[in-house]
């Protein structure tokens, strides 16, 4: 019960982020003076502007539109260009503007009323016709910096260009912030629910091994570690985490992991007070989780501070240590109890996962620079080929019979096999943008 808690927490969010509300934007139309107030949306394949304000929900075609002043400070011009006019994002105003058509992802200067484009292929030849050949090489000389085909990079020429005039320029940092790889880091804590199952020898058949996969057992766990995430782009990014996870599953009884070896003289004066099979009792293991996952932003409302996403990717994870417990039963007559002996097995060497992760996930921004993360993940994998040789010194006797009374444990984990892992969490991280 306690899974589904933190669980219907995390979809109560991303319910919320759907519904929440954004900063209002001023959308001026061309056929009047005063602007529509409400939250806009862009749609560059229906070529149209949903609004939704106080006066209710409508759709603006981008042929209507003059501008839009967004809440956040991003601008949006209309202007034209080529055969037709098109919305743009105003970067720098002055003199010499920089524009960037959202659509096509190519980034325009605005000279003398005219609007002149810069291709990635063709930014050497467009730059010295547009700002002239002088100016870019006393560019060159002030940055030592070759033409790139940069925000960064045509906002700073824009920019010398105003001044090498006398001209003031407007910068508008919030478009700006498209162009910049955001990288958020912080501390995370989560609850897990792990589902663990044994690939175990079997013995042979016709000369060949055979394995014999157990049932999966649950454990839980508070997996604990670090998560950041780069924005690509407005809706595409990648998160990475690093975190520890150890659990523990007690009191369970798996048959037929192995023979227990009577000693003698017991095998031939009492052997019929032992049971020779092997119970797996309890087992336990800790390893290092790497999960590294493409997600990708629900939401297309850039400025809402609530952001659901979807995320997948693989999972690599290394075992750093895993104890076996086992027991062999022990009845001293017909009228006793079985009473148990039981000993550990360590694992003899660290361990390797391969898997995957995938799930959902919403980022609350408290400000500028801190983001809350909670998300619900499923994780699953193998740990191949593992062996538990190494008997520890630790023991547990429940028999009336003394310890030297037990012999050898033939463990089947002292062969190789396979322990496989699906683990369901959820997670709350506090991630700081750097």
Known sequence: MRLFRPSILCIALLFISYFSSAQNDSVFLKNQIKPVIGKAVLNYKKQDLYLKGLEGKR???????????????????????????????????????????EKNKLFYIEKKDSVLVISQQHIKRALPIIFGKELLEAYYIKSNIQPQYSARYLKNLTLYANQSRGADSETFEESLNQFKASVRIGPYIGYGYNNTAFDINAGTVKGRVAYRKTEFTSTSSIPLGLRADLDLSKRVGIEFGV????????????????????????????????????????????????????????NRDERSKFKPYAFAGPTVAIMLKNQIKQATGYQEDAQSEMGYFYRWTKLDSKKYLVGFNAGLGVDYALNKRITLNASAKFTGGLYPKIRNRTFLTKTQNDTSAPDTGFGVFESSFWHSYDQYLRMFSVGLSANYKL
């Open 243 to 298: 975190y520890f996870n150890s659990t523990k599953a007690e009191n369970i009884f798996m048959e037929n992991t192995g023979v227990h070896v009577i000693p003698f003289p017991q095998s031939i004066l009492i052997p019929k007070k032992y049971d020779t099979d092997l119970k797996t009792t309890a087992f336990s293991y800790q390893a290092l989780h790497f999960d590294l996952a493409m997600n990708v932003n629900l």
């Open 59 to 101: 759709s603006i075609p981008f042929a209507e539109i003059l501008e839009i002043k967004n809440g956040n400070g991003k601008y949006y011009v209309s202007k034209v260009a080529g055969k037709g006019s098109a919305l743009f994002v105003l970067l720098v105003k002055g003199p010499f503007s920089l524009l960037f058509n």
